[in-house]
């Protein structure tokens, strides 16, 4: 990525870097609590796990919640008509330190074709 982006300002393409800081732990309960419609006073051990292993990232803060679907120790429960989740499996879940590394580990689940695009995309 570096060689291209050092192409491209060689060329004089203007490249904006745009420096995305974390939200605050009120702001991650309200975006839980918006996303599986509970109230926030409900969510607050799941609330204080997401922002412990995500530290307010919102792009991490979204793909940690559909990992943790994905592994089932988050679910809609059909039988109660509302979300559950195992705050000590998803205390104890191992996360990468930085985004890039489980968004990379995300498109290397994607089929071949599709990472060359997301590559030469990355680049625009």
Request: proline share 2%.
């Amino acid at each position: 990525l570096t060689v291209h982006l050092n192409e491209l300002k060689s060329k004089k393409v203007t490249i904006t870097n745009i420096s995305i800081t974390g939200i605050l732990k009120e702001e991650v309960d309200t975006l839980l609590s918006d996303i599986i419609n509970v109230p926030n006073s409900l969510i607050e051990s799941l609330s204080s796990v997401v922002y412990k292993k995500t530290g307010g990232n919102v792009l991490f803060v979204i793909k940690f919640l559909n990992s943790i679907c994905d592994e089932g120790l988050m679910f809609y429960s059909l039988d109660d008509k509302g979300w559950k989740w195992d705050v000590d499996a998803i205390e104890a879940k191992e996360i990468p330190d930085e985004v890039g590394a489980l968004l990379s580990r995300k498109i290397r689940q994607l089929p071949i074709g599709c990472q060359h695009s997301i590559k030469l995309l990355s680049c625009v």
